[in-house]
């Protein structure tokens, strides 16, 4: 800009706009150094390094779709925890009918001597055979068997809910990733648009026949899409893992 106001070829206020921009991409670029230390000395402290880590570039793992999107839901973690409460709350029912049966021991013992007294065997032993029958017992196992019916009942609902949840996150985050692929392509295409915007700003700005403003604002219009368009990608990334998630693997598409 300083070259054409010199040609005669700008204005003052083009300069000055141009020297703004300048002092506004340093601040920029300053803020966006300061971000990146920060991010690497938090990531460090997650990982417990202790000096700042750096991040290779993110490799999406290759899954097999098919194997990956149709594992079915009762592979989940939680889903796998709820069952199981279902079955201890069962059995912990069965366990109390079985309170209302009678009770049978065995017991047996074997005696050895060095005094064999009148028989002249060294050695004797006697088996007991006790049954034991509860008849009463004021309402305490039929207020057990009433108590643990109802944990069963509540681990089955509380099942039936996890499964219903769990459904609905798993639709839900195939919606979102469908979006976010929208939102990607949208994206992408807007920082195209952008780009061959700028260019042809620019060539009518060296031929003379755009203003330093007009190119201030296309370079502004090109920074945004750029932003977006990472905005966008990175948003792909997360609903992919929203959809990992709900189906029961980690991002590398391994199980929970």
């Known amino acids: 800009v300083r070259a054409r106001r010199a040609a005669g070829e700008a204005l003052g206020v083009d300069e000055t706009r141009a020297q703004l921009a300048v002092v506004t991409a ?11 230390a920060s991010a690497r000395d938090y ?13 290779a570039p993110w490799v999406e793992p290759l899954l097999d779709g098919e194997r990956v999107w149709r594992r079915p839901l009762a592979e989940r973690a939680d889903l796998k925890a709820a069952a199981c409460e279902v079955s201890a709350a069962r059995s912990a029912r069965v366990a109390s009918w079985l309170e209302y049966l009678p009770t049978l021991s065995v017991v047996g013992t074997v005696r050895g001597t060095e005094n064999t007294g009148f028989s002249g065997e060294p050695f004797s032993w006697s088996v ?20 643990r019916a109802s944990l069963a009942r509540e681990a089955t609902i509380r099942q039936r809910e996890a499964e219903r949840a769990a459904e609905r996150e798993q639709r839900q985050a195939e919606r979102d990733y469908e979006v976010a692929q929208v939102s990607r392509e ?22 003379g026949l755009a203003t330093s403003l007009e190119l201030v604002e296309a370079d502004e219009t090109l920074e945004r899409a750029e932003v977006d368009d990472v905005i966008a990608t990175l948003d792909v990334s997360l609903r992919r893992l929203d959809r990992l998630r709900a189906v029961g693997l980690d991002p590398l598409g391994e199980p929970l």
């Open 186 to 207: 949208t994206a992408a295409e807007a920082l195209r648009l952008a780009q061959e915007s700028r260019s042809m700003v620019l060539q009518r700005y060296q031929a």
């Open 128 to 147: 007991q055979l006790a049954a034991a029958w509860t008849i009463f017992d004021a309402g305490l196992r039929e207020a057990t068997l009433r108590e």
């Open 26 to 36: 340093r601040g920029a670029k300053v803020r966006a150094e300061s971000g990146v």
């Open 43 to 55: 990531l460090a402290f997650l990982v417990g390094a202790d000096e700042p880590v750096t991040v």
